[in-house]
Each structure stands twice: as C-alpha cells, then as structure tokens.
C-alpha cells in the first residue's frame, strides 16, 4: 500500500520551488482551478527555503559582488546545496524524474512561451530556482545546467512571481484541471494567433450590439469569423507573431506568381507548438 502511493506521488506533475520567501507559495495558486486541483491532487507544490541550506551561524545567503557594484548576490554554494537537497528529496533513485527541467527565473533567459509552457506540462514538472536581490552567482548556473527563464522585458524584485506565472501557466493545461477540455486549446498563442474577441450576455451593453454572426447559429460562419478576427488582431497587435507564422505556414507560389500559407485551416482543437514569440 505505502509503495504503491509513493509511486503514485512520484508521477504526478510537481513543481519544486526554491525560494527564500516560502510563504509566498502557494499563494493566489492555491484559489480557483489550480488551487481545487492542487488540494485533489493532480498536481503537487513543494517551495523549499534556501536558506536551509545555509551552513554558517547566520544562515547568510548572499554576498557583496566580486569586482564591486551595488546589492547583493546569492551564494553558488549555498544555491548548489539547495538544488542538490531538492533532488534528494524523493526517497529513491527509482523516484527521481529523469530530465527534470531546472529553471532560473531570470531577465537574461529566453522569454517564456505558450510553446514552452506546453512542454513543460507534457513533463515531470520543473524545480524553479527564483533569484532575489542582484541575482545568483554565474558558477551556480553552469554548475547545476540552469535553463534561464524570463517573464518578459522587464525587472521584478525576485523570481517568486515569476514562477507563480510559469507554474500557473502549466497547471491548466494538466489533464483535468480545466473545466472543459477543450477551453484551453482554443485561445490566444495555440495555433500561433491571438484570441478573438468574446461576448456573452446582455446581447446589447450601452448601445453595443453582440456581433450579429455570432447570435446566427451557422457554426461555419462563426468560425471563419473568429479566424478572421483573430488573423486581423495578430496582424495589427503582433507582427513578430504573425511572422513568425507566415514562416511556419510555409508559403507557396500561386499560379499568379504571389504567395500564400500552405495552411490556412480552422484553429486547432488542441495546443500544439506555436511559434517562439
Ligand atoms: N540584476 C539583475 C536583476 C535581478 S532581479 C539583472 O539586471 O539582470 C532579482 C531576481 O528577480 C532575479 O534573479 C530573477 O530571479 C527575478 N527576476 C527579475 N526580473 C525577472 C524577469 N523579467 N523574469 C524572470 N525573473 C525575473
């Protein structure tokens, strides 16, 4: 019975936080789908405090920057110790997800993306390292092969937010988790597009009508309107998305010389590799 649950636990998609404020997990990813399917258990959670794995009498973490500057910078002993008690912390070899990804959120990394997270979900489940303060020690980084992540072109304060945003991204995407299966296939990024816009009742708001198609019934119709809609958006909004779709969609020569996608088909029913935006 108690290795049965064991291996049970073991394949579940868990995320491994290390993180020198714990207490910010799990956090808003305890409420609403995540959180319902967190305590029933589709996925696991485990935020580990770095600073257990601190060996001085101060528990210190962190240092000044060789060579100068401002702040501080977290030890690579210290992190290396973290990293290494978390992959030591399933009971056996057998246990041990093979290939776990290990993730450093970062403004350095490759920005993260619809295709990644997918990946990701498809996965055993990351241990994410969250930075704080100037950041961690280069040495720690190669040492331990951490993949860099960023949340985008900006600097937050510390890597927890920014894991909660990757985590949250990859845990409705688990089986189960989402209410309708397919509500998470059919939206912004899955086939390379932004969403179309939604409406929903009242059928008129402050002298705005729902688009008339859309209250038609005739499902085509329907479709080729939010294709449209959603090609229109991408265009204006994205042209780096769009781009990077015309590309994939491999061009090919009409007989009147121009070129067109080799694929233009209705939005895919399942996530599937998008491009890297
Ligand atoms: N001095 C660093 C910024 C440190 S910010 C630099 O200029 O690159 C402190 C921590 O916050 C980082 O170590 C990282 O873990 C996290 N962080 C900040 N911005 C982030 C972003 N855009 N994406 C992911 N993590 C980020």
């Known amino acids: 019975m108690a290795a049965e649950k064991k291996t049970s636990e073991a394949q579940i998609w868990r995320a491994t936080v290390l993180t020198l404020f714990p207490e910010m997990f799990p956090g808003p990813l305890g409420v609403s ?5 967190l305590a029933s258990r589709l996925w696991a959670l485990e935020a580990r405090d770095i600073r ?27 992190l290396a110790a973290a990293i290494d008690a978390a992959d030591g912390a399933l009971d056996s070899q057998k246990d041990r997800p093979k290939d776990r ?18 990946e990701l979900a498809a996965g055993p489940g990351p241990m994410i390292v ?44 688990l089986p189960g988790v989402m209410g309708k299966l397919d509500s998470g296939a059919d939206e912004s990024f899955s086939d390379g597009l932004l969403e179309y816009p939604q409406y929903t009742r009242p059928q008129e708001f402050e002298g705005r009508p729902i ?3 859309l209250l038609s019934g005739d499902h085509a119709r329907v479709a080729a309107w939010r294709q449209a809609e959603a090609e229109a ?9 769009w781009a990077a779709r015309q590309v994939q969609t491999r061009p090919v020569q009409t007989r009147l010389g121009q070129t067109r996608p080799a694929q233009t088909r209705p939005r895919q029913k399942r996530p599937k590799n998008t491009t890297e935006g």
């Open 211 to 213: 688009p008339e198609i």
């Open 233 to 241: 958006l991408t265009k204006a909004r994205r042209p780096d998305l």
């Open 101 to 118: 990804p290990r993730l450093l959120m970062s403004p350095r990394g490759r920005p993260l993306t619809q295709s990644r997270v997918a």
């Open 33 to 37: 789908l995540a959180g319902k399917a």
């Open 52 to 78: 257990d794995s601190a060996t001085d009498r101060h528990r210190s973490v962190d240092d000044t920057p060789a060579g100068g500057g401002p702040g501080m910078v977290l030890r690579a002993d210290v």
């Open 130 to 173: 969250c930075g704080r303060f100037e950041g961690i020690d280069q040495r720690v980084i190669e040492a331990r092969g951490l993949e860099e992540v960023s949340l985008g072109d900006y600097v937050l304060s510390g890597g927890e937010i920014a894991a909660l945003a990757l985590i949250d991204a990859c845990v409705r995407l």
